[in-house]
């Protein structure tokens, strides 16, 4: 989406908008402090919606551009039709037998990686600590004091600090139970493949890189080294989406509104610790990441635009 040029008033702009909707080309308008700012959505049409607006600040009020009951059929239809793609979109997304599905290697890698994981940490029985230490954030150590062997870890990520950074993405590797790791894997193939299918390997990986260090960060601040798993990840995945999906209702990637309220409503379950203890500050720090991730150009396109 790329912005053209600026109207003074809301009158001129939405003669304009109509105008560009008649002729097939889909655009926004945004009120900023000097005017309206008018939005082309398809960077192919540009030139063309930038040429039109030179023209109509020439004669605005020209009879050609009384157009607007023939746009407000047409912005009718398309509403229907993001409306259809919002309820049917994600449901689409989690057919797995179709072969397209199959066509995103960053989220298969990242499946096989922790169903690996898993397997070789038994789920993170407590005969795997040394597997484990080597891919939590911090080494678990044993500690003597006067009350007899215990474990504990050093402060301060002295690990990290000595340059074993990977340590600040691998715990989303680790498991603790079937269910664990059955649901995030779900929800990572399906978010995640979203992702990747439709915003590419690269975006894909610089998400998982951010809400996973974030989160993991988090976490290790608010409870220590001894946690795991690709929730955090996949809390960020689904802020992307549902940013993106909620202030740019044009591109694909949408999410059904049950599957919004059932994360949100999740998140809210686990904070309450009727689950036991879970890892919420990373739920939190990757969803912050995911949902800025996708925010900041929206915002800072706004900004420009004001």
């Known amino acids: 989406m790329r912005m053209i040029g600026v109207l003074p008033d809301q009158m001129q702009a939405q003669r304009l908008g109509d105008y560009l ?3 097939g080309i889909d655009n926004t308008m945004e009120e900023g402090l000097n005017g309206w700012s008018v939005w082309v959505h398809d960077d ?3 030139p063309q919606a930038a040429t039109e607006l030179e ?7 020209d009879q050609r551009y009384d157009v607007g009951g023939q746009a407000a059929g047409l912005r009718r239809r398309e509403q229907q039709r993001q409306h259809r793609l919002r309820e049917n979109f994600h449901d689409v997304r989690t057919r797995w037998a179709n072969p397209n599905q199959w066509n995103v290697p960053l989220t298969l890698i990242l499946i096989v990686l922790c169903a690996a994981v898993a397997v070789m940490t038994r789920l993170g029985s407590s005969d795997s600590l040394a597997v484990r230490n080597w891919l939590q954030i911090s080494s678990t150590v044993v500690f003597q004091d ?4 215990h474990l504990g870890y050093r402060l301060g990520l002295p690990e990290v600090r000595q340059g074993q950074v990977w340590r600040l993405i691998t715990p989303i590797f680790l498991h603790f139970g079937i269910i664990h790791l059955l649901f995030n894997l779900l929800w990572l193939r399906d978010l995640g493949g979203m992702i990747e299918h ?3 390997t690269a975006l894909l990986a610089l998400l998982v890189v951010v809400s996973g260090v974030t989160g993991n960060l988090a976490e290790y601040m608010w409870s220590g080294p001894t946690f795991g798993g690709m929730s955090g990840v996949v809390y960020g995945m689904f802020g992307y989406v549902w940013i993106k999906g909620k202030y740019e209702p044009w591109q694909p990637l ?18 309450t610790g009727l689950l036991g203890p879970i890892a919420n500050a990373a739920h939190l720090g990757g969803l912050v990441a995911g949902a800025a991730m996708a925010g900041g150009p929206i915002a800072w396109r706004r900004l420009r635009a004001a």
């Open 21 to 23: 909707q008649t002729l």
């Open 44 to 46: 192919d049409h540009v």
């Open 55 to 61: 023209q109509f600040r020439q004669t605005p009020l």
């Open 146 to 149: 006067e009350a007899g062997l």
């Open 198 to 200: 439709f915003r590419g």
């Open 254 to 271: 949408q999410l059904n509104p049950t599957v919004i309220t059932i994360m949100l409503g999740w998140l809210i379950v686990c904070m």
